[in-house]
Antibody, heavy 114, light 112 residues
Framework: QVQLQQSGTELVKPASSVKISCKASGYTFTSNYMHWIRQQPGNGLEWIGW????????KYNQKFDGKATLTADKSSSTAYMQLSSLTSEDSAVYFC???????WGQGTLVTVSS | DVVMTQTPVSLSVSLGNQASISCRSSQSLLHSDGNTYLSWYLQKPGQSPQLLIYLASNRFSGVSNRFSGSGSGTDFTLKISRVEPEDLGVYYCFQHTHLPYTFGAGTKLELK
């Protein structure tokens, strides 16, 4: 069955970067888009962008251009999202979701605090 | 960006009654490939959103037939018949026809 296992909670300092992961199993990793979505505390959901692991192509929500960088490692079927120049506004739960958004990871909480 | 407007913001229902949530988009969600990429999700506290309805009216695998989606163009509705305790949470509509993809702000379904 399709599973997306995300990395654990991160507590990071302002101005730093963080890289979170999403390990896929149960399907062909290279043939499906992987999306990333943000949910700020008490707020709704925002689509960050997608990566196509088969060729590494990416597409970003303009709002997250320069903030998020999506990569994928075909050998380990793992997608990554790096967030840079972190501020308190980046404190949120981040989800990965496959293809047509039917399958989601459990979410990774990122807290930015000094 | 396509704005997704959900109403109501919150909804109080009695167990066994019907609930209805509306979602209106600022542009038609009909894609050039003929599909309408409008989905409905339920998010329970501490969990990731779970897909209920895709392509506006198709129930996802394993989803109760008490959930039904309808609509086209810019107006969509999610109906939940005979509300049960496990249906409580926040419902989101979501469009992935136009980039950037966008979600509604959510409707909280509570017990009356």
């Amino acid at each position: 069955q399709v599973q997306l296992q995300q990395s654990g909670t991160e507590l990071v300092k302002p101005a730093s970067s963080v890289k979170i992961s999403c390990k896929a199993s149960g399907y062909t990793f290279t043939s499906n888009y992987m999306h990333w979505i943000r949910q700020q505390p008490g707020n709704g959901l925002e689509w960050i962008g997608w990566i196509y692991p088969g060729n590494g192509n990416t597409k970003y929500n303009q709002k997250f251009d320069g903030k998020a960088t999506l990569t994928a490692d075909k050998s380990s079927s793992t997608a990554y999202m790096q967030l840079s120049s972190l501020t308190s506004e980046d404190s949120a739960v981040y989800f990965c979701a496959r293809g047509r958004f039917a399958y989601w990871g459990q979410g990774t909480l990122v807290t930015v605090s000094s | 960006d396509v704005v997704m407007t959900q109403t109501p913001v919150s909804l109080s229902v009695s167990l066994g009654n019907q609930a209805s949530i509306s979602c209106r988009s600022s542009q038609s969600l009909l894609h050039s490939d003929g599909n309408t990429y409008l989905s409905w999700y339920l998010q329970k506290p501490g969990q990731s959103p779970q897909l209920l309805i895709y392509l506006a009216s198709n129930r996802f695998s394993g989803v109760s037939n008490r959930f039904s989606g309808s609509g086209s163009g810019t107006d969509f509705t999610l109906k939940i018949s005979r509300v049960e305790p496990e249906d409580l949470g926040v419902y989101y509509c979501f469009q992935h026809t136009h980039l950037p993809y966008t979600f509604g702000a959510g409707t909280k379904l509570e017990l009356k």
